[in-house]
T-cell receptor, first 112, second 113 residues
Framework: SQQGEEDPQALSIQEGENATMNCSYK?????LQWYRQNSGRGLVHLIL?????REKHSGRLRVTLDTSKKSSSLLITASRAADTASYFC????????????FGKGTKLTVNP | DSGVTQTPKHLITATGQRVTLRCSPR?????VYWYQQSLDQGLQFLIQ???????AKGNILERFSAQQFPDLHSELNLSSLELGDSALYFC????????????FGPGTRLTVT
């Protein structure tokens, strides 16, 4: 079964607005990562947040992690048309699993 | 450019055939991961190799096999192909055995007719 589930499945916003995507997962984790995929291309690693961290920033990205609710959010501020892509969360289960399980992704469209 | 290369970019073949997908990891990366991405199943982890040894196995069918060679490149072999095997196949690499900050290749789009 999928570890991470993103919400919403699709999101359409105007350039300059903020975009928020959520990810929920089922089991305890070591880390949670967010990746971006432009249409039909390889995934690009965005950010990793460890299970003992609550918030992390990278440029216009802000990730939060709530292990009690088994959820994470990715906020993209001041979005640009170039941010149009699918965004995936990925988790590795606590206990030393070396498998990375991806959610089905949120498709973000930023309209110019 | 992630530094991970995959060949071929596109592959069209018939049911029942066998194909080999090739991946060269980023320089210095010892781990190679294979993923299958389809519309209905999303991105599925297939298998991981670290420095030539199988490290972790996911939802890989018995008709599929992989290996990592001494020069660290990897090959994914898909045999007795079915229509449902049509998908994007990605290879990713990372420095360690841990699945953190993976670098993905551009993928191989397989179409089985």
């Amino acid at each position: 079964s999928q570890q991470g589930e993103e919400d919403p499945q699709a999101l359409s916003i105007q350039e300059g607005e903020n975009a928020t995507m959520n990810c929920s997962y089922k089991t305890s984790i070591n880390n949670l990562q967010w990746y971006r995929q432009n249409s039909g291309r390889g995934l690009v690693h965005l950010i990793l947040i460890r299970s003992n961290e609550r918030e992390k920033h990278s440029g216009r990205l802000r990730v939060t992690l709530d292990t009690s609710k088994k959820s994470s959010s990715l906020l993209i501020t001041a979005s640009r048309a170039a941010d149009t892509a699918s965004y995936f969360c990925a988790t590795d289960a606590e206990g030393g699993s070396e498998k990375l399980v991806f959610g089905k992704g949120t498709k973000l469209t930023v309209n110019p | 450019d992630s530094g991970v290369t995959q060949t071929p970019k596109h592959l069209i073949t018939a049911t029942g055939q066998r194909v080999t997908l090739r991946c060269s990891p980023r320089s210095g990366d010892l781990s190679v991961y294979w993923y299958q991405q389809s519309l209905d199943q999303g991105l599925q982890f297939l298998i991981q190799y670290y420095n030539g040894e199988e490290r972790a196995k996911g939802n890989i069918l018995e008709r599929f096999s992989a290996q990592q060679f001494p020069d660290l490149h990897s090959e994914l072999n898909l045999s007795s192909l079915e229509l449902g095997d049509s998908a994007l196949y990605f290879c990713a690499s990372s420095v360690s055995t841990r699945p953190y900050e993976q670098y993905f290749g551009p993928g191989t789009r397989l179409t089985v007719t």
